[in-house]
C-alpha cells in the first residue's frame, strides 16, 4: 500500500505484531519482486491481487477496513485495470500521483472547514491539542502534494526501473523521514505535555 502513517495506527492492538507490516509491506514487496521476474503489467497484475488480500486480512483481523486502504486499493483497482486493459504502464505508474494528490485535497481542503481530519485517523497514535492537529494536518497536506509531484517528474523523466525502485524505496524513505521530522511538533502538542506546562504556570 502507500501510506504506513495512516494505516498502522488504526490496527487495534489485539492484531498479531507480524500482521501490520504484512498488510502495508506485502503488496509493495509483492510488486517489486514480480518486477524484477517478469515485467510492469504482469507486476501491476500480482500487485492488484496482493492488494486484495490484504484488505481481506485487515478485515478479517478486526472486522473493518480503515477507509484510507480501500480509497487507496480501489484507485489501485482502477489503475491497474486501465494498465492490464490497454497493456499501457503510464497508468500504473499515474498511480501515486493520484493517491497522494487526493490526500493533499482531502487533508488541505478539510482545513478549509476548520477540519483537520488528520485527527480520527491518528487520535489512538498520538493525543494532541486542537492547533496541534490543525498544523500536522496541513503539513501533512502539503507533502502529500510535493510527492504527487515528484511522482510525475520520475515517471515522465525516467526509466521504469528507476521509477519502481523510487517507488518501493524512495517514496517510502521520504514518507518516514518526513513523519520523522514532525516529532518536535508532535511533543510540542501532546495534551499531556500543554497540560504540565499549564499546571507549572
Known amino acids: 500500500m502507500e501510506h504506513p502513517l495512516f494505516i498502522l495506527p488504526t490496527m487495534i492492538k489485539k492484531t498479531p505484531s507480524w500482521l501490520r507490516?504484512?498488510?502495508?509491506?506485502?503488496?509493495?514487496?509483492?510488486f517489486f519482486v514480480a518486477y524484477y521476474k517478469f515485467d510492469l503489467i504482469f507486476a501491476t497484475g500480482a500487485f492488484m491481487v496482493a492488494t486484495l488480500i490484504a484488505l481481506a486480512a485487515s478485515y478479517i483481523a478486526e472486522?473493518?477496513?480503515?477507509?484510507?486502504?480501500v480509497v487507496t486499493a480501489v484507485v489501485v483497482m482502477v489503475f491497474g485495470g486501465l494498465t492490464l486493459f490497454f497493456d499501457d504502464e503510464r497508468f500504473i505508474k499515474m498511480k501515486p500521483t493520484i493517491?497522494?494528490?487526493?490526500?493533499?485535497?482531502?487533508?488541505?481542503?478539510?482545513?478549509?472547514?476548520?477540519?483537520?481530519?488528520?485527527?480520527?485517523?491518528?487520535?489512538?497514535?498520538?493525543q494532541?491539542?486542537?492547533?496541534?492537529?490543525?498544523?500536522?494536518?496541513?503539513?501533512f497536506g502539503l507533502f502529500f502534494a510535493v510527492m504527487a509531484v515528484i511522482n510525475e517528474i520520475v515517471w515522465r523523466t525516467q526509466t521504469t526501473e528507476f521509477w519502481v525502485n523510487y517507488k518501493i524505496?524512495?517514496?517510502?524513505?521520504?514518507?518516514f523521514a518526513f513523519t520523522a521530522m514532525q516529532a518536535r511538533l508532535i511533543m510540542r502538542y501532546q495534551v499531556d505535555h500543554v497540560d504540565e506546562k499549564t499546571d507549572n504556570i
Open 169 to 175: 524505496f524512495g517514496a517510502l524513505a521520504l514518507t
Open 128 to 139: 494532541l491539542t486542537d492547533q496541534g492537529w490543525r498544523s500536522l494536518t496541513f503539513r
Open 99 to 126: 493517491v497522494q494528490a487526493l490526500f493533499a485535497v482531502v487533508l488541505l481542503g478539510g482545513l478549509l472547514i476548520d477540519k483537520p481530519l488528520l485527527k480520527p485517523l491518528l487520535s489512538a497514535a498520538w
Open 63 to 69: 472486522r473493518r477496513v480503515p477507509i484510507v486502504l
Open 21 to 30: 507490516p504484512a498488510i502495508e509491506y506485502g503488496p509493495l514487496g509483492v
